[in-house]
């Protein structure tokens, strides 16, 4: 790329980089429930994206169109983080005294007046749906958040119910976290294919690596749920045998931190049965059916 081509992307790259941050500061410091730390995240990766796109245009690789081909990939690539940055930065859920707010990543914000609900339902995916008499219903998803939706909507004489059976339901991990690896499985594929083209073997070797292991993330993150049926939880896994362990089998349950992640682990009279990630989806139905039976000790 010529040196005007990079600075007009560094420059338009910057741009973004300001609007989103400062987006990122107003609606987290507006709004108590939003997805600005995956905002910010998004911004990042692109932001590196950015950055190894326009230096890869100084190196010398064996063809000049070779070159060209490399930096683009890294540029739209940036493009569709910065684009991911700049919806989740929109999320917003707010609630005040007379009327609860959503606005979606992409769409305008809706709202609804408590005087004029008629019906809260969640349904099986988390989300939960409004009613009101002449009104489209109005969808919010209850991805963060939930516990302190409900508490404000019944401290508003709303009265929230579920659309199933509150003991049989799945839980599984956002998709920011599926999609998350698959960026990662793409970028280290356009590393492992510069360094194929600077001929630098233990690179290539690395980034296959990282490769594979992103891809087996992906789909473990996308494939892997945990059920609750019938007085029983089972433990569906990627490309591993499904764990089952019924209620009478539970001895007690305990809780770990690792790394960042929450885990609930539960005992059997042989030992740890299985491993929770409570980062999943639906996890206060799971931490209801604990109470409920007074396995945490």
């Not at 009327?99 to 914000?109: F, L, N, R, T, V």
């Not at 494939?223 to 939880?233: D, L």
């Not at 045998?241 to 001895?251: L, N, P």
Request: hydrophobic content about 50%.
């Amino acid at each position: 790329m010529g040196i005007f081509v990079r600075m007009l992307v560094a420059f338009f790259a910057l741009l973004v980089t300001r609007y989103v941050w400062r987006k990122a500061k107003e609606v987290q410091k507006e709004y108590i429930i939003n997805l600005v730390i995956f905002s910010k995240m998004w911004l990042l990766f692109a932001v590196i994206c950015t950055v190894c796109g326009i230096l890869f245009g100084f190196m010398k690789t064996a063809s000049a169109e070779t070159g060209i081909i490399v930096s683009m990939v890294f540029l739209v690539f940036a493009v569709l983080l910065y684009l991911l940055s700049i919806l989740y930065c929109r999320f917003h859920i707010d609630i005040d005294d007379e009327k609860i707010e959503y606005c979606p990543p992409a769409g305008k914000s809706r709202c609804r007046y408590f005087d004029k609900i008629t019906k809260a339902e969640i349904d099986e995916k988390d989300n939960l749906h409004l009613y009101s008499d002449g009104e489209k219903t109005l969808k919010i998803p209850l991805e963060i958040g939930r516990e302190y939706v409900i508490t404000l909507l019944k401290c508003n004489d709303v009265r929230v119910r579920y659309k199933y059976n509150i003991d049989d339901f799945e839980m599984r991990l956002p998709l920011f976290y599926p999609i998350f690896y698959i960026f990662c499985f793409i970028a280290a594929g356009m590393m492992a294919g510069l360094s194929a083209e600077v001929k630098l073997l233990r690179g290539v070797l690395l980034w296959s690596v990282m490769m594979a292991c992103s891809a087996f993330e992906a789909a473990s993150d996308y494939w892997g749920k945990v059920v609750v049926r019938r007085n029983e939880i089972a433990q569906v896994r990627f490309l591993r045998k499904t764990k089952r362990i019924a209620h009478k089998q539970i001895v007690r349950v305990a809780r770990r931190s690792n790394g960042r992640a929450p885990q609930l682990l539960i005992y059997s009279e042989k030992g740890v049965a299985m491993k929770i990630n409570m980062l999943c989806e639906n996890r206060e139905l799971l931490e209801e059916l604990v109470r409920r039976r007074h396995w945490e000790r």
